[in-house]
């Protein structure tokens, strides 16, 4: 790495850049050699100029002239360390005499640049950029390693960081249910959180989320224990290797060779680390662990030793190990150390395999357990090429895929290379890949061979020959650099460089795609299994042309249908008139040309409801969440189905229940949902009979209707309202008017269907209870009917209105 090597100048142009004079050795500059420079010129004065200028006598220089003249008026080193990483000045837009400098702080000068005294507090150090608003410089943006900040009152205080600018080196996903991303961010801790959320955690991360640490640092690689998933492991610059425990935080630095450096050059490191090197652990044994350097370091025992099983798998030139920097600043820290093995892939299929690729462009492979290593670099794979990721192929032995770069020797153009014989011979692979899209992270589907996915430096490729052709999978990504990749379930997780984890969310209907699909008018892709608790049932179809509507069924594994939902949009749109108690739940199938995505939130249909009905503490609207087990999903479309089967599993975090706990569960809440529903029709049946009759009013003579239609309808009326409480006119009336019998069986069901496992013995009580109360109102309605009914009758038929008929 080299900046500030001596050859830069300052430049000034008076005919919009047409021509430029030099200003580099008018009087009051530094001598040289001259570095970095950064450069503002004052609004509120064009004459007043200052400079910030990386040289050996280097520092703050103004001139007031517009630069035929300077004078240096600060030299403090707070303001010029590290020049190649900051060398930032900005004027103020109003004040001739403030000038700000950026540097690992944020500082203020109100005296012309003489002095730096006031340090403005930012959330994060390294400043990078700042943008002061030309007509009110209260207003500030300020960009630093942490992100973005902006200030309305100059400085004094600054929003969070809540912008997704997060950086990530690496991305690794955790054997969870449901699964964490982790990364390392730039300059900042390493991070992890829950791809779906965990509901039952506290809420403390970015925008509210939950989310945690792993050890490690800002730039490391991560691993979990594949047997322990509270174990995890991670590195940072300076050969940082720690140990941690997210149970209870507990933490040991374990790294191989804890001999820190800093300011020293890679020829004098016995150990050469970068600060992204390889964590991982044999696939085939969970106690076999690795980690680089130059050399390939294996621990048996959970780091407490290492044995160094190769030699330098590096071409270790010289010329690539010396000081770093600059003819006038070095820089020796971590990110710059070269010739290391910057990728690893132990073997799927046989311990005793594995592959190397470092970062100044060598790939070995070892066959024997780190005995004897062959070089296998690819012909076409010059020199100084970063090997950034290599991914072995879980279906091929022998396969295996390497992304390399060059864009540090001024080489934008991808490097992506397949072998399927031990890397015998190698067959580059780059068709339909964009010029200038440099290559990071290759992956291979684990479960469709030869479907490959590419993260670049402009975004995600994917292939579906084996690498014979990509195509963009861009979709709705942002133009971002994407550091790694990796395919995990039935999803692509994404580390990006700038703008935080990105996830592609079930990527089934690629892995089953074949051009036998691509003629049909429509297709339904086999769904994933639903996880109870967890995930719901999404359902993709591909529709060559839009349609008018469309219908799906779901079925259990005895075929009778459990629910069946018809679309005619070709978006869904969630009812907005709808109060929010009653929103959520399945989606509608939807009627769009292309990919479709229905989703079945697990549940039956649910109760029997009328207009009107407000009940607290439940949503009887919502069917039972259907046990584990075996369905099946049907698209319907004019005559022609296409029918698939899937399962819904029990949540594995669940501790001490079973299915049959489950299937309980089910039964019992489809036994009270059957009772509230009976509740709910027998106050529809008296409400339409009510109706009725008042809409008839007219028609009955009063001394008929006293007689006998008022004394039936209070009857009724008093079984009404042991059923439902009728004064409820607002959702929280039943704080003020008690709530009844179809209330109380509703919230019974949701009680009962508040976590999953098997109904308490009070459940099943009060269920008891409740379902005797029913009975005996339900036993009084029959009463009423089969009593009176046919007395009122007779007094409709007088009256010239036609009888209810038989019930």
Known sequence: MWGGGGDSKLWKSTDGGTSWTDLTSNDGMPEGPIGKIGVTVSPADSNRVWAIVEANEGGVFRSDDGGKTWERTNDERKLRQRAFYYSRIYADPLDKETVYCLNTGFYKSTDGGKTFDTTIEVPHGDNHDLWIDPANPDRMINANDGGGNVSTNGGKSWTEQDYVTTQFYHVMTTSDVPYHVAGAQQDNSTLAMPSDGWDHMQARGPNHGWYYAVGGGESGWITQHPEKPDIFYA???????????????????????????????????????????????????????????????????????????????????????????????????????????????????????????????????????????????????????????????????GTLYLAANRYQVDDRQPYVFKTHDYGKTWTKIIDGIADGHFARAVREDPVRQGLLFLATEHGVYFSMDDGAGWQSLQL?????????????????????????????????????????????????????????GVSDATIQYYLKEALDTITIEVLDA??????????????????????????????????????????????????????????????????????????????????????????????????????????????????????????????????????????????????????????????????????????????????????????????????????????????????????????????????????????????LTKSGVTPFGDR
């Open 476 to 532: 709705n990504l942002p133009d971002t650099p994407i550091r790694d990749l990796v395919v995990k379930d039935d999803d692509v997780v994404l580390g990006s460089h700038g703008r935080g984890f990105w996830i592609l969310d079930d990527i089934r209907p690629i892995r089953q795609y074949s051009q036998a699909l691509k003629d049909k008018s429509a297709v339904l892709f086999a769904p994933a299994d639903a996880i109870r």
């Open 235 to 397: 590195g940072s610059q300076g050969a940082l290797l720690t140990r941690y425990d997210r149970s209870n935080g507990q933490v040991r630095d374990i790294q191989v060779y804890p001999r820190f450096f800093s300011g020293e050059p890679a020829e004098a490191l016995p150990e050469r680390w970068q600060w992204t090197f390889p964590i991982m652990f044999a696939p085939q044994d969970s106690r076999v662990m690795y980690t680089c350097s130059q050399h390939v370091w294996k621990t048996t025992d959970d780091g407490q030793s290492w044995e160094k099983i190769s030699p330098d798998l590096t071409y270790a030139d010289p010329t690539t190990l010396g000081k770093t920097g600059g003819v006038i600043t070095m820089d020796m820290n971590g990110p710059e150390i070269y010739a290391t093995v910057f990728a690893l892939a132990p073997s799927w299929h046989d311990i005793n395999t594995i592959w190397a690729g470092s970062d100044d462009g060598k790939v070995h492979i070892t066959r024997n357990g780190g005995k004897n290593w062959e070089d296998i670099t690819p012909e076409g794979l010059p020199k100084f090429s970063r090997i950034s990721i290599i991914d072995e192929s879980k279906h091929r032995p």
């Open 558 to 795: 005895q075929d009778r249908v459990v629910d069946t939902f018809t679309g005619s949009k070709p978006e869904y749109e969630e009812d907005p008139d709808l109060p929010w108690w009653q929103r959520g739940g399945s989606s509608k199938p939807t009627t769009a040309r292309g990919l479709n995505t229905f989703t079945w939130d697990l549940r039956y249909p649910g109760a029997t409801t009328f207009d009107g009905m407000i009940i607290w503490s439940a949503r009887p609207q919502r069917g039972p969440k259907a046990p584990p087990g075996n369905y099946k999903v049907r698209l319907k479309m004019g005559g022609a189905t296409q029918m698939h089967p899937f399962a819904i599993h029990m949540d594995p975090n669940l501790k001490g229940i079973t299915k049959a706990d489950l299937q309980a569960q089910f039964e019992l809440s489809n036994q009270i949902m059957e009772k509230t529903s009976t509740a709910n029709e027998a106050v529809i049946e008296i409400r339409k009979m009510k109706s009725y009759i008042s809409d008839n009013r007219e028609q009955i003579s009063d001394l008929e209707y006293q007689k006998t239609l008022q004394p039936f309808l209070d009857d009724l009326s008093a079984v009404e309202q042991e059923l439902y409480q009728v004064q409820n006119q607002s959702n929280q009336d039943p704080l003020n008017f008690p709530i009844k019998l179809n209330n109380r069986l509703a919230s019974l069901r949701r009680s009962v269907e508040t976590g999953d496992a098997r109904p308490t013995d009070g459940a099943y009580k009060v269920y008891e209870e409740l379902s005797a109360e029913l009975t005996v109102q339900t036993s009084a309605l029959e009463s009423i009917l089969s009593k009176d009914l046919p007395e009122v009758n007779t007094v």
